[in-house]
């Protein structure tokens, strides 16, 4: 999937730094940035005692510290061989959904720990729960939310919502082979990815119409997670964030822009509305 390209601003610069994992249960720091990041943030929640919050407003409150952090695009694509990357000095729109959601069930359940966000991030990023190989990462976010849902950490409320069916052939890796270097290099990958793709063709998918989302604010929550569907050929969503409640009451989307880092969009229908190619949202809600 894409994020979106629609807005201009400065962002915030940080050093390029990550760290990267060569395996699930193996770490190798490139450089201290990301676990010292890590640290500031449990820091920041225990000293405001977010573990005693709900898990909604715990996701609100981790993604307002990281106002401003730049966008960065491509940093789980790097390497040749699928590895398990942590980056929280820059953010793609899924990167921010799953690091902030990542760091807020490791202070909801008060461990505290590294290696509780790194499980966390694996849980949430990879279908069998297991880095194995580039197939094994959800690359589309509809099923990111269905792999996610059968694991109970989320639930997909779209069409409880009053969402209507979104008609979709999930295809377009296969059919954009060259725009992925993984699948443009290595049949197998692409005879694998051709597999998952099928795997979803019985996938029920739902979306909100871009006209009826403000209908819905009073029964959205902080921290829900909202990924904007697309009227693309075989693409289902093009870009993630949650939802923000502002203290005006304003219901807005917190998401990594291409052109402000993470920041807040005030109106969550508008910002829909301002791209042509975004004709509404699926809707899931992080559960405990």
Same mark, same amino acid.
């Given at each position: 999937?894409?994020c979106?390209?629609?807005?201009s ?11 990267k ?11 201290s ?21 709900? #898990? =909604?407003? %715990?996701?609100? @409150?981790?993604?307002?510290? *990281? +106002?401003?952090?730049?966008y ?33 069930r ?22 069998a ?21 059968e ?9 409880? #919502? =009053?969402? %209507?069916?979104? @008609?979709k052939?999930?295809? *377009? +890796? ?6 992925y ?23 029920d ?67 829909? @509305? ?15």
């Open positions: 999937m894409g979106e390209k629609s807005e601003s400065t962002s915030q610069s940080l050093p390029a730094q990550q760290v994992y060569n395996d699930a249960s193996s770490l190798t720091a490139e450089d940035l990301n676990i010292q990041l890590f640290e500031q943030v449990m820091a920041h929640a225990k000293e405001n005692k977010f573990s005693g919050q709900p #898990l =909604g407003m %715990v996701v609100q @409150e981790v993604g307002e510290w *990281f +106002m401003d952090i730049p960065v695009a491509g940093s789980l694509d790097e390497n040749e061989n699928e590895r398990l990357v942590i980056k929280l000095d820059g953010f793609d729109c899924v990167t921010f959904v799953e690091s902030t959601l990542a760091l807020s490791t202070i909801i359940d008060e461990s505290y720990s590294f290696e509780s966000f790194k499980k966390n991030i694996i849980e949430q990023r990879y279908r729960s297991s880095v194995d190989g580039y197939c094994s990462r959800l690359h589309y976010f509809s099923e990111w939310i269905y792999r996610n849902e694991k109970g950490s989320v639930e997909n409320i779209t069409e409880a #919502l =009053g969402g %209507v069916r979104l @008609e052939t999930l295809n *377009f +890796m296969s059919t954009h082979r060259e725009s270097p993984q699948l443009a290099s290595s049949d197998s990958l692409f005879s694998e990815l051709i597999d998952v793709e099928n795997s979803l063709a019985d996938l998918l739902f979306y909100i119409p871009q006209d009826g989302i403000r209908d819905v604010y009073h029964l959205l929550q902080q921290g829900d997670i909202i990924a904007l569907a697309t009227d693309i050929n075989g693409l289902d969503v093009v870009h993630t964030g949650f939802v923000h409640k502002s203290e005006e009451g304003a219901t807005g989307l917190m998401h990594a822009s291409t052109t402000k880092g993470v920041t807040v969009s005030p109106d969550l229908q508008d910002y829909v @509305e301002n791209n042509k190619r975004q004709i509404g949202i699926l809707v899931a809600r992080p559960i405990l």
